[in-house]
């Protein structure tokens, strides 16, 4: 039996839902979505047809990035009154990449009781039948949605050693791994999850440029909800390639390639001619 909590009011519970398999809502999930007094969704269309599937009826409350600042106070209120409620996103666990993170403050620094009750998340998904290194990785979300700040973002992160998961939406995904050859070089290892716990689940590794080649070439494995999975820079001689790619990158914006590539190579200790292939 769980230990009572000591906070006043109610509690506001932290559900994760099914990210695509309707039966993946735990029992405990179903349990507390039927007794809280209200479910703040991100959005309650899309919950409704959860609910309905488990033939649950409890009233739903619009939470998204819109109008999270301005209901949290309300629902804060609510909580301190004595009701308990229920926060939920589209799929998976809320707050990873997806609204509530005000409302959970809010309900913090007001001494409300916050509960988890965990379940699915897309990217631990992933990573748990990737087969790349999962005892230390770093989840960046959805890389930005301009060319231009996304490349420079992916150079950025060229360096890093931990294995990276990435979200990313369909009409985007060729675009995105374009930019990850780009950055990260077409041999590092990666992982494409499609469409995870659904009925076209697929879940592709390999190299980023053969990653890449496949998606270009199957239209089917350009649609659905991507999550990406990169290796990270291993060895030292992959570090500094790295290094020197974003280098490159930096001084090309101002420099000719060439002296761009010279001039990054002496600085990283990369070989000139891996610069030039990025």
């Known amino acids: 039996m ?4 000591n906070l006043p009011g109610g509690t506001l519970h932290v559900v994760a839902t099914p990210i695509g398999n309707l039966d993946d809502l735990s029992p405990r999930a179903q349990q507390t979505l039927r007794t809280v007094a209200a479910i703040c969704a991100e959005d309650t269309r899309h919950t409704r047809q959860l609910l309905a599937h488990y033939g649950i009826q409890t009233p739903l409350l619009a939470l998204h990035e819109h109008n999270e600042g301005e209901v949290a106070d309300r629902l804060v209120a609510r909580l301190q009154a004595g009701e308990s409620l229920a926060l939920v996103s589209d799929a998976g666990t809320p707050l990873v ?7 959970v403050r809010a309900a913090r ?25 999962s005892d230390r990785f770093v989840f960046e979300g959805f890389l930005p949605a301009r060319a231009a700040a996304r ?3 992916l150079l950025q992160l060229a360096s890093e050693p931990r294995t990276l998961a990435f979200y990313e939406s369909a009409h985007r995904i060729q675009d995105t791994l374009a930019d990850l050859v780009a950055a990260f070089g077409a041999e590092r290892p990666a992982v494409l999850a ?14 980023l440029g053969t990653l890449q080649q496949r998606v270009a070439a199957d239209p089917d494995q ?22 020197g790619r974003r280098l490159y990158a930096k001084l090309g914006e101002h420099l000719p390639p060439s002296t761009a590539a010279k001039l990054a190579a002496e600085l990283s200790g990369a070989p000139r001619k891996a610069l030039y292939g990025s």
Do not use: Q, Y
């Not at 620094?109 to 290194?133: D, E, K, N, Q, T």
């Not at 499609?194 to 190299?207: A, I, M, Y």
């Open 2 to 5: 769980a230990a009572a909590s």
């Open 194 to 207: 499609r469409e995870l716990t659904k009925l076209f689940e697929t879940v592709l590794d390999g190299p």
């Open 97 to 103: 990449s997806d609204p509530g993170f005000r409302l």
């Open 109 to 133: 620094a007001a001494g409300v009781r916050v509960s988890p009750l965990p379940g699915p998340c897309a990217f631990i998904a992933a990573l748990s039948v990737a087969g790349l290194p």
């Open 151 to 153: 490349r420079e973002r």
């Open 222 to 243: 350009r649609r659905g909800e991507f999550v990406l999975l990169v290796h990270g820079v291993g060895e030292e001689a992959d570090a500094r390639v790295a290094e």
